[in-house]
């Protein structure tokens, strides 16, 4: 795995990388080669800090679908992040983000794509991408490619199937170098903050800011496992209710 991406505020993880390698295989690829790419995984993987990332690198249009979205309400934030005037008719608005995407040459990214499959309306970027033969990145949960499948004539025209990744120490490493400028934290400690967060890049931050904030009103400027001691680390389960 590559972790060789960074900028001033984005930690390399894998998944920032894994996410731009799979958006630049759509965008390289041959003409007769389909062009739409599934990056997907459990939630907390850090698929959107990845998204967000790849979408400046790649000046990529970059759009976060909502569960409450209609196919216009898609449609109309697409145009809202082309800084298009919508027309009247989700025809004529499909066409309008169709022919700005052949225009600009720019790829698009829309993110939480479950939203859109859950109701049923993930032809429209079938007909967006037929009609520009863009580069498409679709970043959603788990369990997006099962979902995908009952739609046959989109999921063929699915170039890669990108897993995210589960964070690693080299992970937890890179986002200690970017988050914890205060107070070092032991590599003891960071290992076992990677084994209480079961993979997810939104635990592993969480348990960095927790230590870090109790090193420091424990006026301490590093910290290690041994010091940590029994205290608790945020694992993502609900502290069982004492009843005394």
């Given at each position: 795995m590559s972790h060789s991406i960074v900028n001033s505020s984005t930690a390399p993880i894998q998944n920032v990388a894994l996410c731009l390698s799979?958006?630049?295989?759509?965008?390289?690829?041959?003409?007769?080669?389909?062009?739409?790419?599934?990056?997907?995984?459990?939630?907390?993987?850090?698929?959107?800090?990845?998204?967000?990332?790849?979408?400046?690198?790649?000046?990529?249009?970059y759009v976060e679908a909502k569960s409450s979205w209609t196919k216009k309400a898609l449609l109309l934030a697409i145009l809202q992040e082309m800084r298009i005037s919508p027309a009247k008719t989700l025809y004529e608005m499909t066409d309008q983000v169709a022919e700005q995407l052949v225009h600009s040459q720019r790829p698009l990214i829309i993110d939480?794509?479950?939203?859109?499959?859950?109701?049923?309306?993930?032809?429209?970027?079938?007909?967006?991408?037929?009609?520009?033969?863009?580069?498409?990145?679709?970043?959603?949960?788990?369990?997006?490619?099962?979902?995908?499948?009952?739609?046959?004539?989109?999921?063929?025209?699915?170039?890669?199937?990108?897993?995210?990744?589960?964070?690693?120490?080299?992970?937890?490493?890179?986002?200690?170098?970017?988050?914890?400028?205060?107070?070092?934290?032991?590599?003891?400690?960071?290992?076992?903050?990677?084994?209480?967060?079961?993979?997810?890049?939104r635990r592993v931050c969480v348990n960095l800011e927790r230590v870090q904030s109790e090193a420091m009103l424990d006026g301490r400027d590093s910290i290690d496992l041994n010091v940590w001691g029994k205290r608790e680390l945020f694992t993502g389960e609900a502290p069982v209710r004492r009843i005394v």
């Amino acid at each position: 795995m590559s972790h060789s991406i960074v900028n001033s505020s984005t930690a390399p993880i894998q998944n920032v990388a894994l996410c731009l390698s799979a958006l630049k295989r759509s965008m390289g690829r041959s003409h007769h080669l389909p062009g739409l790419v599934c990056f997907y995984g459990p939630s907390g993987y850090g698929k959107s800090f990845g998204a967000a990332y790849v979408a400046d690198h790649c000046r990529a249009h970059y759009v976060e679908a909502k569960s409450s979205w209609t196919k216009k309400a898609l449609l109309l934030a697409i145009l809202q992040e082309m800084r298009i005037s919508p027309a009247k008719t989700l025809y004529e608005m499909t066409d309008q983000v169709a022919e700005q995407l052949v225009h600009s040459q720019r790829p698009l990214i829309i993110d939480e794509v479950d939203h859109i499959a859950d109701k049923g309306y993930i032809e429209i970027l079938r007909d967006i991408y037929e009609g520009s033969n863009a580069a498409l990145l679709l970043i959603g949960e788990e369990h997006l490619p099962a979902k995908l499948r009952k739609w046959e004539r989109f999921h063929g025209r699915v170039l890669d199937w990108v897993p995210a990744q589960p964070a690693d120490i080299k992970d937890a490493q890179a986002l200690r170098q970017l988050y914890c400028g205060e107070v070092k934290i032991g590599d003891d400690l960071l290992a076992r903050i990677v084994e209480v967060s079961r993979g997810s890049v939104r635990r592993v931050c969480v348990n960095l800011e927790r230590v870090q904030s109790e090193a420091m009103l424990d006026g301490r400027d590093s910290i290690d496992l041994n010091v940590w001691g029994k205290r608790e680390l945020f694992t993502g389960e609900a502290p069982v209710r004492r009843i005394v």
